[in-house]
């Protein structure tokens, strides 16, 4: 098995940052990729980005290019989101979720987190 908390949520104003972590537990996730979901209200969930444990690779939705930054800390099993010069549309419950294979549909993502709240005000 495998657990996923998240922290870091909040209500920043426009053009602000918040940092999201990942804290990752149970089995070893050198086999795994890790990847960042949004859902805002009456909306579908999306990709954000995700990250590969091993080798660190990376990928991001266009929305968020430039502006966000996915990490991992291997030792500590942490996963984390930099979210810079975020907007009112950035507001949305961000969850962290673990893969076997490197994809971007949440169909793909075999583990999620709770969630965290992240409301970006104008």
């Known amino acids: 098995q495998v657990q996923l908390v998240e922290s870091g949520g909040g209500l920043v104003q426009a053009g602000g940052s918040l940092r999201l972590s990942c804290a990752a537990s ?3 996730f050198i086999k ?8 805002a209200p009456g909306k579908e969930r ?3 980005a995700r990250i590969t444990w091993s080798s660190g690779s990376t990928y991001y ?6 502006r966000f930054t996915i ?5 500590k099993n942490m996963v984390y989101l930099q979210m810079n010069s975020l ?6 419950v961000y969850s962290c979720a673990a893969s076997y294979v490197l994809g971007q549909d949440p169909d793909d993502y075999d583990y ?3 969630g965290t709240q992240v409301t970006v005000s104008s």
């Open 112 to 114: 999620w987190g709770q």
């Open 87 to 92: 907007k009112p549309e950035d507001t949305a």
């Open 71 to 75: 990490s991992r800390d291997n030792p």
């Open 61 to 66: 939705a266009d929305s968020v290019k430039g």
């Open 32 to 39: 795994y990729a890790m990847g960042w979901f949004r859902q």
């Open 26 to 28: 149970g089995r070893t």
């Open 46 to 48: 999306e990709f954000v």
